[in-house]
């Protein structure tokens, strides 16, 4: 299996937390639910460029939304896609095979 | 309600592709506002944004990464070289008699070459047609800001170096990104 196929650990956050937003995955809420997890204080350029370069590779697409009142702003929303579904669930497995049997010193 | 401030608002304007900018801004200045204005906090996160900003952007292949890579990279040659010229100087008592031989020219050249390789991974094959023509420009202008002077052999031998390595570089980045460097 070629290394691409995986997923960064920052690349699974952000896709973890468009996955969780659903309909409010916009660029600053994936950066906050990000924080309010894990504690990480990402920034948003970290965030933009990870969520890019995941639709570059076909694993996230995003759509551009008009103003939902006069004074609001056009925002962008990203879906994860089936691709990206199943790079996650790969990696996550990947993952959970190293883990198997274990044993951290001092946990 | 209180600004962003002002610097650091244009910092993330800079580094920020077009295609992203208003968004990246209004998401920043949103988050600024519900936390009460704290300019420490924007500051931070303009100056950690605006590195990740800028790699997006330029591996995105956007024309004005690419210019500005390709501009460092014929220029920067000429700066380096001086440079160098400066020390060899400084280290010499007597300097009477001391000229720039032709390999100063040609590891001018080289580093052109070398540093255009670069700059090509980040145009696009049909960014090429004007990356070309700039990077020569800009090797010349800074050959003749530097040695007051840019003999004919050396236009000729930076425009076929620039050429050969930014369509290298451009080739390069095609094949990384048909993934079969993956």
């Known amino acids: ?14 896709m973890l937390a ?13 950066r906050r639910e990000i924080e309010t997890r894990t504690g990480r204080d990402a920034s948003i350029g970290a965030v933009y460029a990870t969520l890019d370069r995941l639709e ?6 995003s759509r551009e939304l008009p103003p939902e009142t006069e004074k609001g702003r056009t925002r962008r929303l990203y879906k994860v896609t089936a691709d990206g579904g199943r790079a996650l669930a790969r990696t996550q497995e ?4 190293m883990w198997e049997g274990v044993r951290v010193p001092g946990v | 309600m209180t600004r962003p401030p002002m610097l650091a608002e244009w910092l993330v304007r800079v580094a920020c592709p077009a295609r992203d900018r208003r968004f990246v801004l209004a998401d920043l200045e949103a988050e600024y506002e519900l936390r009460g204005g704290p300019a420490l906090w924007y500051w931070r996160q303009a100056v950690r944004s605006a590195p990740a900003l800028a790699v997006m ?14 501009m460092l990279a014929s220029a920067a040659p ?12 400084s280290a010499i008592p007597l300097k009477a008699d001391i000229v720039r031989g032709a390999d100063f020219a040609i590891l001018s050249v080289a580093i052109t070459a070398l540093l255009s390789v670069g ?10 047609f004007w990356a070309i023509p700039a990077a020569w420009i800009f090797a010349l202008l800074g050959q003749a800001a530097v040695h007051n002077s840019a003999p004919t052999w050396f236009g000729a031998a930076t425009l076929a170096a620039a050429t050969v390595a930014l369509a290298a570089g451009a080739w390069l980045r095609r094949i ?7």
Do not use: H, P
């Not at chain 1, 990947?94 to 095979?97: I, L, P, Q, R, S």
């Not at chain 2, 990384?176 to 993956?182: E, K, V, W």
């Open chain 1, 1 to 14: 299996m070629a290394k691409g196929e995986f997923l960064g650990e920052f690349e699974q956050m952000v």
């Open chain 2, 57 to 70: 952007g330029a591996r995105r292949g956007d024309w004005e990464y690419a210019l500005l890579a390709v």
């Open chain 2, 119 to 128: 700059a090509g991974i980040i145009c696009t094959v049909r960014g090429l």
């Open chain 1, 18 to 30: 468009v996955l969780r937003l659903e309909e409010a995955a916009y660029g600053m809420e994936v």
């Open chain 1, 94 to 97: 990947a993952v959970a095979k």
């Open chain 2, 78 to 89: 000429a700066i380096f070289m001086e440079a160098w010229w400066s020390f060899l100087l």
């Open chain 2, 176 to 182: 990384f990104d048909g993934g079969q460097l993956a």
């Open chain 1, 56 to 61: 570059s590779k076909g694993m996230v697409r």
